[in-house]
């Protein structure tokens, strides 16, 4: 669930980020699309019938408004009834302006829906439509959808009835109009099919608001029935001959089709659900609160290292490995009190970054080197603070106090007058 959910962001994220460039295309897939299925299912016209036609059209819609493409569609469909029939365009010019009506009155957003519930009809999953807008949409989304079926429903009555309507008598204008007008008032397939869109809608959208676990589920699930359910009694009862393994196939395309667009819209976790009750002045509030599903981002951290910072913390690296020979010596031995300090003492320097040195060979893992000096004689050089360290030798339990203190910082091999402790 967590890769789908990082998948559901990066696709959100680069939505947000290419925007402008992802809407435009949609645009011109969706008239596209539209234009030709317009041409392929009509096509009486063929000098609007060209694909270079539709491309110069569809590249127009995506730069203009949504409704153009509407608009251009209802030319396009003018066009090919008036090539047909003069009767059927003024039919169909009529039917458009009373439909336009309806869409502009009661839903004007509603543009995708009104274009792609001809173009569902036609891909054959047409019950996406009324389950997306009960979830995503409004009531008034009813209006939109129905225009849309009615839009289908002609462009299929004139395809099939084409050849009946051209044989007719070409000075039987009246006849031809009363065809067309009884075809589609008669259709009792097609107001079957709105009232089981909008009864679909209807109880997707009041489910979904309830609030009860998983209300987006139950809703889907019980539009996709009562969908299936009010298409079935339309067939028992006018006769509709619809075809059920399509009607149940189609149902369950669109319910998983349906899902998925939930997943995008409403993902929540109801197992972290929260009650909140408070109050003010004048009301009480009962309040649910359910968080959504979301995937906290990757904590990312660069670390910068200058090339300074870099040099003393490869030094700092390799005295792990160094040996005992290999560590720098120094070059000069003094004689303090009749104490010989021999050759070889570590200088144990802190770096300027203030990086203590790893314990190498011979230390005692907390950053102090033991030297092998002279049988009996046990030094420890411990770093101090600002790059100063204290010497202190001696055998046994004896030890020689006065020692001076060595600057690490460019006074190697400096050499002090002994103090001798006061008696």
């Known amino acids: 669930m967590s890769n789908l959910l990082a998948i559901r962001e990066k696709i959100k994220s680069f939505y947000a980020a290419f925007e402008i460039y992802i809407t435009p295309a949609l645009k011109f897939i969706t008239a596209f699309v539209t234009l030709l299925l317009i041409n392929k299912n009509l096509g009486f016209m063929g000098k609007i019938g060209s694909t270079a036609i539709v491309l110069i059209v569809a590249l127009m819609c995506s730069f203009l408004p949504l409704n153009f493409i509407i608009l251009f569609a209802t030319v396009f469909i003018m066009a090919h009834m008036y090539k047909l029939s003069l009767e059927i365009a003024v039919f169909t010019l009529c039917l458009f302006l009373l439909l336009y009506l309806l869409y502009f009155r009661f839903s004007p957003k ?14 054959k999953i047409p019950y996406v439509v009324p389950l997306s807008m009960g979830l995503i949409g409004t009531p008034a989304s009813m209006i939109s959808v129905g225009c849309g079926v009615i839009v289908y429903y002609l462009i299929r009555f004139v395809h099939v009835n084409a050849s009946a309507i051209t044989q007719m008598d070409p000075d039987g204008s009246v006849v031809r109009f009363r065809y067309i007008v ?77 899902v998925v667009l939930m997943f995008f819209v409403f993902n929540v976790d109801y197992s972290r659900t929260e009650k909140v009750q408070f109050e003010d002045d004048d009301y009480y509030y009962y309040v649910k609160a359910v968080p959504k599903n979301t995937v906290a981002p990757k904590d990312r951290s660069v670390k910068r290292i200058n090339a300074q910072g870099g040099a003393e913390e490869n030094r700092t690296a390799n005295t792990g490995t160094r040996t005992a020979d290999a560590v720098r010596n120094r070059t000069m031995a003094r004689t303090t009190n009749g104490t010989t300090r021999p050759a070889g003492a570590v200088n144990n320097r802190v770096t300027e970054s203030g990086v203590r040195p790893r314990a190498s060979a011979g230390s005692d893992g907390q950053g102090n080197v033991r030297i092998a000096g002279t049988p009996g004689t046990n030094r420890m050089t411990s770093g101090v603070p600002g790059g100063n360290r204290m010497a202190n030798v001696g055998s046994g339990n004896g030890r020689t106090a006065g020692i001076p203190r060595e600057n690490s910082m460019g006074r190697s091999g400096a050499q002090y007058p002994p103090r001798r402790n006061p008696e």
């Open 110 to 123: 509603d543009t995708f829906v009104v274009v792609l519930t001809p173009v569902c009809f036609l891909l």
């Open 182 to 258: 009884d075809g589609m008032l008669g259709n009792k397939a097609m107001l079957m099919t709105i009232v089981a869109f909008a009864a679909t809608i209807t109880v997707v959208y009041v489910i979904r608001r309830l609030a009860v676990d998983h209300a987006w589920t139950i809703a889907i699930i019980s539009g996709s029935l009562v969908n299936v359910v009010v298409l079935l009694a339309g067939d028992l009862l006018y006769d509709t001959r619809i075809a059920l393994l399509g009607t149940f196939a189609g149902a369950i395309v669109s319910a998983a089709i349906a």
